[in-house]
T-cell receptor
Framework: KAGVTQTPRYLIKTRGQQVTLSCSPI?????VSWYQQTPGQGLQFLFE???????NKGNFPGRFSGRQFSNSRSEMNVSTLELGDSALYLC??????????????FGSGTRLTVV | AQSVTQLDSHVSVSEGTPVLLRCNYS??????LFWYVQHPNKGLQLLLK??????LVKGINGFEAEFKKSETSFHLTKPSAHMSDAAEYFC?????????FGAGTRLTVKP
């Protein structure tokens, strides 16, 4: 079966713009989490959604937001982009209703570059 | 609060020799522990997980890890390294609503 699909794979944006990233989880998976990965900060948790509801949120400013649709697909949005937002954004999905930590399947990520 | 420390940022081994990637954790509760691997420009792949069953956990590609509560460790091992094992490895500690990643260990495998 298809894995976690993230689109686009690569993106270049200008400071001040906004961006929307998309994640399609594995079929049947209802939990989706987002992570930001940078060389300096490593992997940082952004937020987690289950059945269209945000269950957990990491320590990121309000410019970072997300949502989940009824088909479990998720989007994350970053407004007023800053150079420091350049990162690999990873999406992960899970089948179980057990919160984060039950073992996720990750997508290949979206590489965002802000210039 | 939870945290995880990967003791080595970079490990270099020769092909065919054993691999040891070290991970110590801190958790107020009985945690779940995971090892993930990330190849360049790829997402993370789950290698193995410990969820309070057997303390020796076997994963994919010949990797295994042993949970040692007294030492708060969850080291990853493999008897014989292969060139394809070269990647970044992440140790993760989780307690249902909180998941923390280690900083990662880059494994280099020399021919």
């Amino acid at each position: 079966k298809a894995g976690v699909t993230q689109t686009p794979r690569y993106l270049i944006k200008t400071r001040g713009q906004q961006v929307t990233l998309s994640c399609s989880p594995i079929s049947g998976h209802r939990s989706v989490s987002w992570y930001q990965q940078t060389p300096g900060q490593g992997l940082q948790f952004l937020f987690e959604y289950f059945s269209e509801t945000q269950r957990n949120k990491g320590n990121f400013p309000g410019r970072f937001s997300g949502r989940q649709f009824s088909n479990s697909r998720s989007e994350m949005n970053v407004s007023t982009l800053e150079l420091g937002d350049s990162a690999l954004y990873l999406c992960a999905s899970s089948l179980r209703n057990a919160g984060i930590g039950s073992g996720y399947t990750f997508g290949s990520g979206t590489r965002l570059t802000v210039v | 609060a939870q945290s995880v420390t990967q003791l080595d940022s970079h490990v270099s081994v020769s092909e065919g020799t054993p691999v040891l990637l070290r991970c110590n954790y801190s958790s107020s509760y009985s945690p779940s522990l995971f090892w993930y691997v990330q190849h360049p420009n790829k997402g993370l792949q789950l290698l193995l997980k410990y969820t309070s069953a057997a303390t020796l956990v076997k994963g994919i590609n010949g990797f295994e890890a042993e949970f040692k509560k007294s030492e708060t460790s969850f080291h990853l091992t493999k008897p014989s390294a292969h060139m394809s094992d070269a990647a970044e490895y992440f140790c993760v500690v989780s307690n249902n609503n909180d998941m923390r990643f280690g900083a990662g260990t880059r494994l280099t495998v020399k021919p």
